[in-house]
């Protein structure tokens, strides 16, 4: 059974490589891995048991649930144009909103971009707050060709508007239009760490377009080892880095967005336990979980699948179940 932990000790022993987490995350990957539950049955009178394969970072199901997200989150957002794309007055160039992408300098440590890319984001947005105010966030990290990781956000200012200018640039006998920032020094300085690109947004919902198209790069392989997209994941699988985040007021719409979905009082069931009819959903009131079962030990559904007692019973028998004790308070209601 390939685990993370079992990766870690590798890249322990043996040194840190990309090629070694990322064969360990394609083995990792398409491993299945089940989450049993039980509850009490009223209408029976006795314990039913369920199963649901658990989401997986790279998987097709975390993809489609990481881009829902982000996809609820963008048409929560309130939007605001601040001028006409494909304007080419300077006088009309100017938005709250800009797009920046940051890179690191290839003298430092390839692991080290991963391990302190967090704190040295929130060391840049910090010193760019403390000049321009107040500014909301939304970032991704990506794996570049090489493996070193480098960042994507979308910065909204609260209490600035910035001033820039349309730069045309010919690609593949195509025109793109884009529009830097006038001022750039105070985002390369806070920056520090290699190359940082600044553009601005003409739109609060174009801003969203822009990083969505990098996001979903890091989200779904298709299990391609050379694929720069599974070294994300893998890196980021091995590092615990969330795929994105959002600061200041897009976290309370994002946190409310959440709480909103989860709670919903049509929904009797968490939204990722998926039932075939209405009388399924009231027959047990309360799903607990019950343990984990990894492997091709059995060949169950993806989605929400009812089992007789015996079936589980055989499972521990043979001590596929694993029951860690740390769980046994957690729950899913269907209230």
């Given at each position: 059974m390939v685990s993370l932990a079992e990766c870690r000790s590798a890249v322990a022993c043996y040194g840190f490589s990309v090629e070694?987490?990322?064969?360990?995350?394609?083995?990792?990957?398409?491993?299945?891995?089940?989450?049993?539950?039980?509850?009490?049955?009223?209408?029976?009178?006795?314990f039913q048991y369920a199963s649901f394969a658990s989401v997986k970072r790279g998987d097709e199901r975390y993809a489609r649930r990481v881009m829902h997200?982000?996809?609820?989150?963008?048409?929560?957002?309130?939007?605001?144009?601040?001028?006409?794309?494909?304007?080419?007055?300077r006088s009309k160039i100017e938005s709250r909103v800009v797009f920046a992408s940051l890179t690191y300098d290839r003298k430092m440590n390839l692991e080290d971009t991963w391990r302190f890319v967090g704190k040295d984001f929130n060391r840049w947005i910090t010193r760019l707050r403390k000049r321009f105010g107040k500014i909301d966030v939304v970032r991704c990290f990506e794996s570049q060709v090489d493996g070193y990781c480098h960042i994507h956000a979308v910065l909204l200012f609260k209490e600035t508007k910035l001033r820039g200018f349309r730069w045309d640039k010919f690609k593949n006998g195509h025109?793109?239009?884009?529009?830097r920032v006038d001022n750039v020094e105070p985002f390369k300085v806070a920056w520090g760490g290699g190359f940082s690109?600044?553009?601005?947004c003409h739109s609060v919902k174009g801003a969203f377009r822009y990083i969505s198209k990098y996001l979903v790069k890091t989200v779904y392989a298709d299990g391609?080892?050379?694929n720069p997209v599974t070294k994300t994941?893998?890196?980021?699988?091995?590092?615990?880095?969330?795929?994105?985040?959002?600061s200041g007021d897009i976290a309370k719409v994002y946190s409310d967005l959440i709480f909103s979905l989860n709670s919903n009082s049509n929904s009797f069931v968490p939204y990722f336990l998926l039932?075939?009819?209405?009388?399924?959903?009231?027959?047990?009131?309360?799903?607990?979980?019950?343990?984990?079962?990894?492997g091709d030990h059995v060949k169950w559904k993806k989605n929400f699948q009812l089992h007789d007692r015996s079936e589980i019973d055989r499972l521990e028998?043979?001590?596929?179940?694993?029951?860690?004790?740390?769980?046994?308070?957690?729950?899913?209601?269907?209230?």
């Open positions: 070694t987490l990322v064969d360990y995350y394609l083995q990792w990957v398409v491993e299945p891995f089940y989450v049993i539950v039980s509850g009490w049955n009223g209408f029976k009178k006795d997200k982000f996809r609820n989150l963008s048409d929560e957002m309130k939007d605001k144009v601040f001028f006409t794309f494909g304007e080419r007055d025109r793109i239009i884009t529009y690109d600044v553009q601005l391609e080892e050379g994941l893998a890196l980021s699988w091995f590092f615990h880095k969330r795929v994105f985040s959002v039932f075939d009819g209405s009388k399924l959903e009231c027959e047990v009131a309360k799903w607990h979980l019950y343990g984990f079962l990894k028998d043979e001590g596929l179940i694993d029951r860690p004790e740390r769980f046994s308070y957690a729950s899913f209601s269907a209230a």
